[in-house]
């Protein structure tokens, strides 16, 4: 998985993706303060609906958020990679 540009609009899918996102918050813009915009995780929506497209294992999921957040956005591992993978995969319920 790696971010892309985010979509334009939003589908019922990817507003629920965002949701679990920002709940999660792996880079903790909520505890800097208020005027985060919503969109912060947006270039993550489309990679992650791709990759439940491919009915992943909550392990394989969680690696790829792992991965995401340590390559592309330079951090160290946040919390609750499996957690919100699991969260993610049940979007498709």
Avoid: K, N
Wanted: hydrophobic share 40%; aromatic share 6%.
């Amino acid at each position: 998985m790696q971010t892309s540009s985010p979509p334009r609009s939003l589908s019922p899918a990817a507003l629920r993706v965002r949701a679990v996102l920002w709940e999660w918050d792996p880079i903790g813009v909520r505890d800097i303060g208020d005027g985060w915009p919503d969109d912060e995780y947006d270039d993550l929506i489309v990679p992650i609906l791709e990759a439940l497209a491919s009915d992943p294992a909550a392990d394989e999921l969680a690696a790829d958020l792992r991965s995401v957040i340590e390559i592309d956005y330079g951090l160290p591992t946040p919390d609750g990679c499996h957690e919100v993978a699991v969260s993610l995969l049940r979007l498709r319920d």
